[in-house]
């Protein structure tokens, strides 16, 4: 989760992070990894997902972890609208 080793209420934060993009993508997706990285300016959050054989990623930044996960929630959602589209149209172009 993340280059360092992690207090409790970090490891739950993002225990808790990982649960909200789960739901923003919704049923079907799996959790691959969630992935903190807060050593630099911006704060960086790694989402990685499966759905069937399509594994996709999605990265966000921001001044802190809360803005990070704010930033992550809008791309989910940008990313589940693809998907749907994806799906509906051609599910072919998430193998």
């Given at each position: 989760m993340a280059d360092r080793p992690l207090?409790?209420?970090?490891?739950?934060?993002?225990?808790?992070v990982a649960t909200d993009c789960h739901r923003i993508l919704?049923?079907?997706m799996d959790v691959v990894d969630l992935v903190l990285d807060d050593q630099g300016s911006p704060v960086s959050l790694t989402f990685r997902y499966r759905?069937?054989?399509y594994?996709?990623?999605t990265i966000a930044h921001g001044e802190?972890?809360?803005?990070?996960?704010?930033?992550?929630?809008?791309?989910?959602v940008l990313d589940?609208?693809?998907l749907g589209f994806a799906v509906m149209t051609d599910p072919r172009q998430l193998a």
């Open positions: 207090s409790d209420a970090e490891r739950r934060y993002l225990d808790a919704g049923a079907g759905l069937d054989g594994e996709g990623e802190t972890a809360v803005d990070a996960h704010a930033a992550l929630r809008e791309a989910l589940r609208i693809r």
